[in-house]
């Protein structure tokens, strides 16, 4: 594991068990997810010790879990290949566009054109499609990063997104929502990975 493997690990588990994140929940289901493949094993060391570590290894003196987060999705930035990240940017505009095809068009012109033409109940839904792909991606990017000798298959990398995709779904939309994008939105999952799969995989 090199240094910024092992800090992204480090901050992973300190969003994952300190009670104060706030992605505790997202962030726990991923951690038990990506120690289930063997990619990151879940130690036992206290936030303050994670924290203690961190700054002992000259990483960062972390003030709060809102840290952990930006600097975890900076270390994340940082290790994926510019052309990978405008492709992700693209399928993800191309997804939330197929969402609401009667505003699609708007998309062309700019993401804010297209979100100030949602209305209130469009634009509920849109934000937490929007959350759940920003959380599956950020999930998907952790397991490549982790994957560091790129031996795991599609169908493991698969089987790691649909069990996150299941959390996800569960946790983001209420029973009557989740009837009408549970489908679509694990086709989607699968759809982005495949774009990082094929980037770095094959």
Known sequence: MNADTKV???????LAK????????LHQAVLEALDKEALCSKTRFTCKQIKALLKADGAVELTGTNQALSLLARYRNQALPEELK???QHLIHTLLGANFPQKQHFLSTSLQAFESELSPVEAKMYGLIRLYLSS?????ELFVLFDTRKEA?????????LGLHKHLNETLFYKEERLLVEEGLGKMS????????QHLYM
């Open 8 to 14: 992204m690990h480090y901050l992973l588990e300190i």
């Open 18 to 25: 300190c009670e104060e994140s706030e992605t505790k929940a």
């Open 86 to 88: 405008l492709k992700r």
């Open 136 to 140: 599956i991606s950020e999930a998907i």
């Open 153 to 161: 298959s599609f169908e493991a990398a698969s089987g790691y997104v």
């Open 190 to 197: 699968v759809i982005l990975l495949g774009v990082y799969y």
